[in-house]
């Protein structure tokens, strides 16, 4: 079966940046499109940046700008590069994995790793 595993998370301080990796196994990964959701205590999970099997990018309009989201296909592996971090990119960050764009634009994917918290101490 799909497995995400995230890793990376941590503490970082405003303006600072931090790197975090999923990596998949159980499927073609260059056929998926994969994205980065993130779920702050409280609020409502969101889509923060999404990646097609193509490499075609899509970003929250709060992060525009300051991260981006990049695939390895040869390691199965998406990255979430995170710069200039505020206080309220303090979240724990989700991988999700779906061959459909739609499904990950709209956040109604099959595939979910288990989350890794990110902290932006202010």
């Known amino acids: 079966q799909v497995q995400l595993v995230e890793s990376g998370g941590g503490l970082v301080q405003a303006g600072g940046s931090l790197r975090v990796s999923c990596a998949a196994s159980?499927?073609?990964?260059?056929?998926?499109?994969m994205g980065w959701f993130r779920q702050a205590p409280a609020k409502e999970r969101e889509l923060v940046a999404a990646?097609?099997?193509?490499?075609?990018?899509y970003y929250a309009e709060s992060v525009k700008g300051r991260f981006t989201i990049s695939r390895d296909n040869a390691k199965n592996t998406v990255y979430l590069q995170m710069n200039s971090l505020k206080s309220e990119d303090t979240a724990v960050y989700y991988c999700?994995?779906?061959?459909?764009?739609?499904?990950?634009?709209?956040?109604?994917?099959?595939?979910w790793g288990q989350g890794t918290q990110v902290t932006v101490s202010s």
């Open positions: 999700a994995a779906d061959q459909a764009l739609s499904a990950v634009l709209r956040g109604t994917v099959g595939n």
């Open positions: 159980g499927l073609t990964f260059s056929s998926y499109a």
């Open positions: 990646v097609s099997s193509g490499g075609r990018t």
